[in-house]
């Protein structure tokens, strides 16, 4: 049945005992950070990929492709202790880089894969037009690209904002930690409670709901975009 008595009590409670605004402006920044971040360097890697036919070319991009086969899971114990060493655990950057990193491969296949369907005519006529590498990559690649940069920071976007693990293994200090840290909180060894519980959840899910709503034109360009592309 429907509950006699609504309240947002749990709501109120989860939100100040959890201190789920600091986690909130942390994911935030996470995500924020690195997205951008993939997006930059997928595209940019991706044009290098696609469309400068160099020796070591095919090397460096099997070398990112052999990333989609490296799990978080199996690097973390080396990450924790490399993170230790270079002294960036327990902070923000420590936990952006290896979003960064781990979004990177698949950023990079999804961006060398469609900017090889760019005509070559185009960069060939900058060229003549007398643009450096560096123009072209900002006037031509990135205007052509919209779609895939669309689907790119969707995926990523998306990805980072639900990430758990790395940013629960790598914080331990409570006003670093994210959303999903957060909301895990709540869920003790002997007792979980589900109001609280359900009420964080739901506060985790409305930043998502609201992406959707303010960006559902670009998502489904960026989808529709992506998948008719040869």
């Not at 031509?140 to 790395?166: C, D, M, Q, R």
Request: charged residues 10%; hydrophobic residues 55%.
């Amino acid at each position: 049945a429907l509950p006699k008595a609504p309240t947002i009590k749990n709501y109120q409670i989860a939100w100040k005992n959890g201190q789920l605004s600091i986690a909130a402006v942390n994911s935030v920044i996470y995500t924020t950070v690195a997205t951008i971040g993939v997006v930059i360097f997928s595209i940019s890697t991706g044009y290098a990929f696609a469309k400068f036919d160099y020796k070591i070319t095919k090397f460096f991009y099997f070398f990112f492709i052999i990333g989609l086969l490296v799990t978080v899971q199996s690097v973390l114990v080396p990450l924790f202790v490399m993170e230790t060493k270079l002294h960036i655990i327990n902070t923000r950057i420590g936990v952006i880089l290896p979003y960064i990193a781990f979004g990177l491969p698949f950023a990079v296949y999804l961006a060398t894969t469609y900017i090889k369907g760019v005509p070559s005519a185009l960069i060939e006529a900058a060229v003549i037009d007398g643009a450096d590498y560096l123009s072209i990559f900002w006037y031509v690649i990135l205007p052509v690209s919209t779609p895939i940069v669309a689907t790119i920071t969707i995926f990523t976007f998306l990805g980072n904002w639900n990430e758990f693990i790395l940013a629960f293994i790598l914080t331990s200090k409570p006003y670093l930690r994210s959303l999903p840290v957060g909301i895990n909180a709540f869920a003790g060894g002997l007792v979980i409670d589900y109001g609280l519980r359900f009420s964080a959840l739901c506060i985790g899910t409305i930043p998502m709901i609201i992406f959707y709503l303010i960006f559902r034109h670009q998502i489904e360009q960026g989808f529709a975009g992506a998948a008719v592309k040869e």
